[in-house]
């Protein structure tokens, strides 16, 4: 099926810890973007790409890691978690970023992370 | 920055009602998204609207350039309409184009 892939659902971590959240798409779309929501505060941007080989911070950048060696792919790496870092993350991308064109958004199920 | 505002925050209707969420923000904006959050956590594209009105089934969406402000109407609600509804809006001008979201509108559809 066609869309947007995270992995995992759901994860537990020890503060201090690392780990990569996963998020893949198979429609060949340019930009892809992670965002984490937190109770009040709406979605927030954390880093973005609008193509392989192009990264750039979001809203909230700090303690996270991205890269985007193909298309398809975007992890998201937690570098030392921090309770502060507890949270839903969100996948999405979109296709024809760069021409201005306005499509939708396809956003993936959400990472539930727990930091302890 | 733009700043996005959403009303109501909460919402609580008896099936069959007519709902309104509104969505008002500051600046400029080159696309205005509704978003649906389903119980389960997932994220649904409802609408892009630029300009005007667009309608898919219950739901209607309409944007007001001008005034800044978008309307997400839902006629005949439904139980299965319950969820949180995201506003987002593309500004016009930076060069990261990125989205800015509303806090969202919790609706609840009683049977």
């Known amino acids: 099926n066609a869309g947007v892939t995270q992995t995992p659902k759901f994860q537990v971590l020890k503060t201090g810890q690392s780990m990569t959240l996963q998020c893949a798409q198979d429609?060949?779309?340019?930009?892809m973007s992670w965002y984490r929501q937190d109770p009040g505060m709406g979605l927030r941007l954390i880093h973005y790409?609008?193509?392989?080989?192009?990264?750039d911070q979001g809203e909230v950048p700090n303690g996270y890691n991205v890269s985007r060696s193909t298309t398809e792919d975007f992890p998201l790496r937690l570098l030392s978690a921090a309770p502060s870092q507890t949270s839903v993350y969100f996948c999405?991308?979109?296709?024809?970023?760069?021409?201005?064109?306005?499509?939708?958004?396809?956003f993936g199920s959400g990472t539930r992370l727990t930091v302890v | 920055k733009n700043e996005v505002e959403q009303s109501p925050q909460n919402l609580t209707a008896q099936e069959g009602e007519f709902i309104t969420i509104n969505c008002s923000y500051s600046?400029?904006?080159?696309?205005l998204h509704w978003l649906q959050q389903h119980p389960g956590g997932g994220i649904v594209s409802l609408f892009m609207l630029s300009s005007g009105k667009k309608k898919h089934g219950r739901l209607i969406a309409t944007i007001n350039i001008q005034e800044k402000h978008s309307s997400l109407h839902i006629t005949a609600s439904h139980p299965r309409d319950s969820a949180v509804y995201i506003c987002a809006v593309r500004e016009v001008a930076g060069s990261a184009r990125q989205l800015t979201f509303g806090s969202g509108t919790q609706l609840t559809v009683l049977p």
């Open positions: 999405a991308s979109s296709y024809s970023f760069s021409t201005g064109v306005n499509y939708g958004y396809t």
């Open positions: 600046v400029g904006i080159s696309a």
């Open positions: 429609m060949n779309h340019e930009y």
């Open positions: 790409s609008v193509g392989a080989g192009i990264t």
